[in-house]
């Protein structure tokens, strides 16, 4: 997290905290995920966290625990800002990433533009393979599972 993000996490737990104790509803979390513009955590996620902070079950966190969650969301916030980059090379000029996909025919201009020759059978099986949902093409969550997976990211 950088000195900003810190001092605004501050700001918000201060402002939940008026009676200056050192900790805040664990319930109260995602109204601070939200002001600092942060995406919440799925319901699964989100559970597994509160067993993993809140193991005495006293429903509230510290400072230095909220600051390590919230770090967690901005890298995460961060990696999703660079497979998207990524995605968008793939992708250039479109305007809506969650609703693009990448085809054969955007792989084939990749392979093109580095000089390289793939066969289309190898680049129609790329994205077959890179595609669960059944799409006809790499969507978003596709093409950042794979990237996962990879270790790329």
């Known amino acids: 997290m ?3 993000q810190r001092e605004e996490l501050r700001e918000v737990f201060d402002t939940i905290d008026q009676t200056g104790r050192g900790y805040i ?13 942060l995406e919440q955590p ?8 509160c ?17 390590e969650f919230v770090s967690l969301r901005y890298d ?8 998207v980059a990524a995605f968008m ?16 025919d955007d792989l084939r201009r990749i392979a093109a533009h580095t000089g390289e020759h793939i066969p289309d ?3 129609e099986e790329m994205v077959r393979i890179a595609d669960l949902d059944g799409t006809e093409g790499v969507g978003l969550d596709d093409f950042m599972r794979i990237m996962r997976k990879t270790g790329l990211f």
């Open 25 to 37: 509803p664990i319930s109260r979390v995602s109204n601070v995920l939200q002001a600092l513009g």
């Open 89 to 104: 090379l793939f992708k250039p000029g479109v305007t809506d990433v969650e609703k693009a996909k990448i085809t054969t």
């Open 76 to 83: 995460e916030m961060d990696q999703k800002n660079e497979l």
């Open 42 to 49: 799925s319901p699964e996620d989100w559970e597994q966290w």
């Open 51 to 67: 067993a993993r902070v809140d193991f005495d079950n006293t429903g509230r966190i510290g400072y230095e625990t909220l600051e």
């Open 2 to 4: 950088t000195y900003e």
């Open 121 to 123: 059978e190898e680049l």
